[in-house]
């Protein structure tokens, strides 16, 4: 299993500090499975493959490419050479 952490903060309080782990057994596109942390209390889910498919379509996006901007948004962390907000509610 593979598993990255990053440190990121959320448009919706820039002061805040969060941690999301992500954690892959093959490939992000197979699933995935997400820990968020605020130092105080923790929240973890999981993604299936098939919510990464149905999200991809309703997005009108081929697949392949919204598993490369998921990549981007939640493993490559600082070094995306994208910039990606996130809202914590």
């Known amino acids: 299993m593979e598993r990255t952490l990053n440190r990121i903060h959320p448009v919706s309080d820039p002061e805040a500090t ?4 992500v954690s892959w057994e093959k490939d992000l ?13 923790a929240w973890t889910g999981t993604v ?3 919510e990464i498919s149905r999200e991809a379509a309703d997005m009108e996006m081929k697949r392949e490419k919204y598993v490369e901007e998921l990549k981007k948004a939640l493993i490559a962390g600082e070094e995306s050479t994208g910039n990606y907000n996130f809202a914590i509610s």
């Open 18 to 21: 969060y941690f999301l782990q």
């Open 29 to 41: 596109g197979t699933g995935f499975g997400v820990t968020l942390t605020d130092g105080q209390y």
């Open 48 to 50: 299936s493959e098939a």
